[in-house]
């Protein structure tokens, strides 16, 4: 099973938005609706921000927003702020029952 | 509030194995899948595999099915991952997460080094 797709980095100015892609295929992300978002901080595990495609964890801010559309998947960060900058990873249930990570975008807040 | 407890940092040489241990509490240890994820020195995550403690079951990428091998112990809902036949490009942070149900990684462990190196 072959990873997804993310763009290496994105960027967005403080109070702007920024949206991630996370390309898959018909065998994962197109397939099931299991996919899911995480934020990495230097030096600290990953955070959960989403799930089942747009799914908040409680305590995740409502500025983080996620959708699908065929075989990609979307997070959209609203009005960013400086502790967003981090890297994010998207996630996905695939057939045969295994999971598959994207490689990683860098978020840069300007 | 979850909390996964990992075991320290490890330094293992080419073809040894290492045993990596989660200590889980905060939750029935019983009603949550354990995975585990690793990641390289400035790379990105890697699924190891995940086990259903309270059956055993357990599933592996095909890459790694031959090395990897998860075990729980329910008495002290402690979890581990044990890796062989180590390589150097198996140096990693390795984390084990838990999964509620929803297939994915809701609460983490803050992570083991395991370096491997000659």
């Known amino acids: 099973q072959s990873a997804l797709t993310q763009p290496p980095s994105a960027s967005g100015s403080l109070g702007q938005s920024v949206t991630i892609s996370c390309t898959g295929s018909?065998?994962?992300?197109?397939?099931?609706?299991?996919v899911s978002w995480y934020q990495q901080h230097p030096g600290k595990a990953p955070k959960h921000l989403m799930y089942?495609?747009?799914q908040r964890p409680s305590g995740v801010p409502d500025r983080f927003s996620g959708s699908r559309s065929g075989n990609t998947a979307f997070l959209t960060v609203s009005g960013l702020q400086a502790e967003d900058e981090g890297d994010y990873y998207c996630s996905s249930y695939a057939d045969t029952d295994i999971w598959v990570f994207g490689g990683g975008t860098k978020v840069t807040v300007l | 509030q979850v909390q996964l407890v990992q075991s320290g940092a490890e330094v293992k040489k080419p073809g040894a194995s290492v045993r990596v241990s989660c200590k889980a509490s905060g939750y029935p240890f019983t009603g949550r899948y354990i995975h585990w994820v690793r990641q390289a020195p400035g790379q990105g995550l890697e699924w190891m595999g995940r086990?259903?403690?309270?059956?055993?079951?357990?599933i592996y990428p095909q890459s790694l099915q031959d090395r990897v091998t998860l075990t729980s112990d329910l008495s002290i809902s402690t979890a581990y991952m044990d890796l062989s036949r180590l390589r150097s490009d198996d140096t990693a942070i390795y984390y084990c997460?838990?999964?509620?149900?929803?297939?994915?990684?809701?609460?983490w462990g803050h992570g083991t080094l395991v370096t491997v190196s000659a």
């Open positions: 018909s065998s994962d992300v197109g397939r099931f609706g299991y």
């Open positions: 089942y495609v747009s």
């Open positions: 086990i259903i403690p309270v059956t055993g079951a357990t």
């Open positions: 997460a838990t999964d509620g149900g929803n297939h994915d990684f809701d609460d």
